[in-house]
């Protein structure tokens, strides 16, 4: 039985050799929901129902995760930067039927989403991202306080299969840790979703992936975001974050955005960082005042 709303319907598309799998439902403009580390589209399966009534929306699995393809990667893990990522999710939606669409990331998710506006701007009608900052500002202002709060962007970005090898052995366990550290009252998490979570991480194919993507950001990815630094979004922008999260509690959020995109609005929700889960009808009301047609 689904753990999503039998209103929705699954489907794999190829987009240049790589298999997404994905979820649609709903009626209304286009709405592409991504999530983060080290979930699946099921971070999303509260949200989207309630969405489903004012848009189509559409949930997957980015690259590397769920029941999406898994590229093993290569030199300097370009199969896993933002850019490559950002690429699947428009080559799906074009797929799909649509050329312009509005896009919510979190986590992982929000910085695709991020990479995806400044490459696709013609794509992204609007775009909503969920507990992060920049991937450069985090570097270039990263301190103690980051490298301890922040610390699996440092492990699982190590080489030589340390963190491969490592989380094989033990994946139930860091995939319950890592997101029973960060969370903060609303709804508790799905134990089926949950599960779920640690069924597609256990492949050694997924771990490598996810590896990848954290190796990616702190290398190819910065020099794609160095690339345009200055570069201001042309779309609007809607920032959400947990008041109780690291990110809620380290930047003056908005102001970070601003010097990455020229309208920027947000607010902090009552949660630590899986605000999908922890907030749901917050995040689907948000969400939908931000993207409801004008």
Known sequence: M?????????????????????????????????????????????????LATDFTV???????????????????????????????????????????????GHDRGGRVGHRMALDAPEAVQRLAVLDIVPTRHTFEHADTAFGLGYFHWFFLAAGNGIPERLLAAEPDFWIRSRMNSRRHGGA??????????????????????????YRAAAGIDLVHDRADAGRLLAC???????????????????????????????????ADHYLPEEQPELVAEAVREFFRPT
């Open 2 to 50: 689904s753990l999503l709303s039998e209103s929705f319907a699954y489907q794999d598309i190829e987009v240049d050799g790589v298999r997404v799998h994905c979820a649609v439902g709903g009626d209304g403009p286009p709405l592409l929901l991504l999530h983060g580390y080290p979930q699946t589209h099921l971070i999303w399966r509260r949200v989207a129902p309630l």
């Open 58 to 104: 559409v949930l997957t699995d980015l690259r590397g995760y769920g029941d999406s393809s898994k590229p093993a990667p290569t030199e300097n893990d370009v199969e896993y930067s933002k850019r490559a990522m950002a690429a699947d999710q428009v080559g799906l939606m074009r797929s799909l039927g649509f050329d312009r669409f509005g896009v919510v």
């Open 188 to 213: 508790p998490f799905d134990p089926a979703a949950v599960d779920e979570y640690v069924r597609c991480f256990s492949d050694p194919a997924a771990i490598a992936a996810s590896c990848a993507d």
């Open 236 to 270: 609007p922008l809607l920032v959400l974050w947990g008041e109780h999260s690291f990110v809620g509690n380290t930047y003056a959020v908005l102001d970070v955005w601003r010097e990455y995109a020229a309208e920027v609005n947000g607010r902090a929700l009552p």
